[in-house]
């Protein structure tokens, strides 16, 4: 008969033997199965059994994975120094290339995301790296996922996050950005003062055909500066008598009657 010490022995065993080879994949996870060095197949998520010492499962997650590219020193086309930073989002779409074609894809992808970052500002002009990241973020984007592809990970978006200048760069753009409005303000003072003037030159154009209208014009002025009560308004002689001209002539006109 068994001793009771041989079945406890037995049964630390087996739970020693189940624990090595149980193994759970999780929903956002892929198993990749190794066995005596080779890969005999990618395990689905749920409960998974392999085979001590011999069998290898190595869980690969399929999650996005938000990645900080470091900010690089950039010089732009025209010779601008410039600190870039910016993120980049990437995820796991086949397990197998992910173990198999490369060592550590969290490496590879840092690594290509700052080469190619440097390498596609360095083409741009300042001017159009300040104006265009979108276009500048695509086509980080489609490099990096382009040289990923046989690494099993996709490149889902690069955002520039941080584009620092140079404190003279700075103080320079702010100078021109001054100038600019200073123009656009003389620019539209112009344009009043032609739009005036050409109005002015219909008032005169009316007046010469009618010169009663500059009289009328001089009392609705007096008018008006007789409402504020605080001046003494002075008619000279000559203005009496203008005054009297228009008074005949609204008689002749028949105005008065």
């Given at each position: 008969?068994?001793?009771?010490?041989?079945?406890?022995?037995?049964?630390?065993?087996?739970?020693?033997?189940?624990?090595?080879?149980?193994?759970?994949?999780?929903?956002?996870?892929?198993?990749?199965?190794?066995?005596?060095?080779?890969?005999?197949?990618?395990?689905?998520?749920?409960?998974?059994?392999?085979?001590?010492?011999?069998?290898?499962?190595?869980?690969?997650?399929?999650?996005?994975?938000?990645?900080?590219?470091?900010?690089?020193?950039?010089?732009?086309?025209?010779?601008?120094?410039?600190?870039?930073?910016?993120?980049?989002?990437?995820?796991?779409?086949?397990?197998?290339?992910?173990?198999?074609?490369?060592?550590?894809?969290?490496?590879?992808?840092?690594?290509?995301?700052?080469?190619?970052?440097?390498?596609?500002?360095?083409?741009?002009?300042?001017?159009?790296?300040?104006?265009?990241?979108?276009?500048?973020?695509?086509?980080?984007?489609?490099?990096?996922?382009?040289?990923s592809e046989p690494w099993g990970v996709q490149i889902t978006a690069v955002?520039?996050?941080?584009?620092?200048?140079?404190?003279?760069?700075?103080?320079?753009?702010?100078?021109?950005?001054?100038?600019?409005?200073?123009?656009?303000?003389?620019?539209?003072?112009?344009?009043?003062?032609?739009?005036?003037?050409?109005?002015?030159?219909?008032?005169?154009?009316?007046?010469?055909?009618?010169?009663?209208?500059?009289?009328?014009?001089?009392?609705?002025v007096l008018n008006e500066i007789a409402s504020e009560k605080n001046s003494?308004?002075?008619?000279?002689?000559?203005?009496?008598?203008?005054?009297?001209?228009?008074?005949k002539y609204m008689d002749s006109e028949g105005m008065l009657k």
């Amino acid at each position: 008969m068994v001793s009771f010490v041989t079945l406890i022995i037995i049964g630390i065993v087996v739970l020693i033997i189940l624990g090595l080879s149980i193994r759970i994949v999780n929903q956002y996870e892929r198993g990749v199965l190794f066995r005596l060095g080779k890969v005999v197949g990618v395990r689905d998520p749920g409960l998974r059994l392999i085979i001590p010492v011999v069998d290898r499962l190595v869980k690969v997650s399929l999650r996005i994975v938000t990645m900080p590219i470091p900010s690089q020193n950039i010089i732009t086309q025209d010779n601008v120094s410039i600190d870039v930073a910016a993120v980049a989002y990437f995820k796991v779409t086949n397990a197998y290339d992910a173990v198999v074609a490369i060592e550590n894809y969290n490496r590879a992808v840092n690594q290509i995301a700052q080469t190619t970052m440097r390498n596609v500002i360095g083409q741009f002009l300042l001017d159009d790296v300040l104006s265009s990241t979108s276009k500048i973020n695509e086509r980080i984007k489609e490099i990096i996922d382009k040289h990923s592809e046989p690494w099993g990970v996709q490149i889902t978006a690069v955002e520039i996050k941080d584009i620092r200048l140079p404190d003279t760069m700075q103080r320079a753009m702010a100078r021109q950005a001054e100038a600019e409005r200073d123009k656009r303000a003389k620019i539209i003072a112009a344009e009043g003062e032609f739009l005036s003037a050409a109005k002015l030159g219909e008032a005169a154009d009316v007046i010469a055909a009618h010169p009663v209208a500059l009289q009328l014009r001089n009392l609705q002025v007096l008018n008006e500066i007789a409402s504020e009560k605080n001046s003494t308004i002075i008619f000279p002689a000559q203005f009496m008598s203008t005054i009297k001209d228009i008074k005949k002539y609204m008689d002749s006109e028949g105005m008065l009657k």
